[in-house]
């Protein structure tokens, strides 16, 4: 079992919703991350949380708004989604945004844009 | 731009043998390196990782590095049909900059 929860597993949604996707770690990690997944390709890197700081949004589009309220929470607030937008969005946490700090990620959010 | 290259694959193994899958790196200031395991609709499970030159063993998984090649694989002894998946190599460091690179995955088959 992962130690980061990502709620809800599934998520289908219509353009013009708004929704958001939660992950929660308990590690005491200092570091929190989004990525974006498509089928049969690597994770994207989409934003870096250190410290409950943004620290690194890798020219993800404005529909997308992370948000962390704790050292242990990470939000991301989805807007006029795209059907493009459909992907596994993966949390995950590391000790320290440092070079030698694994991630660990979540077990993902599907999302189905429609 | 930093690029890590991995064999798509698939490869495929016989159960009981080794697997070894590789990752070249083009950032020669990395410093950090990490297999990931994907199963199929899953999210990425850390395996192993490795900073030093050299072989580290964990279980039946060595990840061996070679900073000079700019060249990390990971060896799996034993290969069981539940090591099917996707193995993904990561890379950070160089300069100031952690943020991880993926490469784009080895898909692993082990044949009962």
């Known amino acids: 079992d992962t130690e980061v929860t990502q709620t809800p597993k599934h998520l289908v949604m219509g353009m013009t919703n708004k929704k958001s996707l939660k992950c929660e770690q308990h590690m005491g990690h200092r570091a929190m991350y989004w990525y974006k997944q498509k089928a049969k390709k690597p994770p994207e890197l989409m934003f870096v949380y250190s410290y409950e700081k943004l620290s690194i949004n890798e020219s993800v589009p404005s529909r997308f708004s992370p948000e962390c309220p704790n050292s242990s929470l990470l939000n991301l607030h989805l807007h006029a989604l795209q059907p493009e937008d459909s992907a596994l969005y993966l949390c995950?946490?590391?000790?320290?945004?440092?070079?030698?700090?694994?991630?660990?990620f979540g077990n993902g959010t599907r999302l189905t844009v429609t | 731009q930093k690029e890590v290259e991995q064999n798509s694959g698939p490869l495929s193994v016989p159960e009981g043998a080794i697997a070894s899958l590789n990752c070249t790196y083009s950032d020669r200031g990395s410093q950090s390196f990490f297999w990931y395991r994907q199963y199929s609709g899953k999210s990425p499970e850390l395996i192993m990782f490795?900073?030093?030159?050299g072989d580290k063993e964990d279980g039946r998984f060595t990840a061996q590095l070679n900073k000079a090649s700019q060249y990390v694989s990971l060896l799996i002894r034993d290969s069981q049909p539940s090591d099917s998946a996707t193995y993904l190599c990561a890379v950070s460091g160089g300069g100031s900059n952690y943020k991880l690179t993926f490469g784009k995955g080895t898909l692993l088959t082990v044949n009962p």
């Open positions: 995950a946490s590391s000790q320290e945004d440092r070079l030698n700090s694994p991630l660990h």
């Open positions: 490795i900073y030093s030159n």
